[in-house]
């Protein structure tokens, strides 16, 4: 079974122009959402992708940009550690700001 977070991956950009095919975006992806093609990384599966941040903040090249807020791990925590839905209290959600946390 393959878990799907967010239909189409909602805020999920890949400037392939930009991209440099480090291969930073498939280490630290924890869903495999991206793949290394012909030296550059491309999406593999958009719906597996669940808004974490973490390829946009480690893409040195800046080719990744998403909008992290429901997937955040520290909404995820700290949701789980309250009993309650997601929420990392940075104001992310509903505002649609380009960092949370």
Not at 9 to 15: F, V
Not at 32 to 41: M, P, Q
Not at 50 to 55: K, L, Q, T
Request: glycine residues 12%; contains cysteine.
């Amino acid at each position: 079974m393959e878990l799907t977070y967010l239909k189409n991956g909602e805020t999920l950009s890949l400037d392939a122009s930009r991209c440099t095919g480090c291969g930073s975006c498939v280490d630290v992806c924890p869903h495999a959402v991206f793949r290394l093609e012909g030296g550059k990384a491309s999406v593999a599966c958009r719906e597996r992708c669940m808004e974490c941040g973490a390829c946009a903040r480690n893409c040195p090249a800046g080719a990744l940009s998403v909008v992290a807020g429901v997937g955040c791990a520290a909404a995820i925590i700290a949701g789980k550690l309250r009993g309650t839905a997601p929420s990392c209290d940075c104001g992310c959600g509903a505002e649609k700001e380009t960092r949370c946390c």
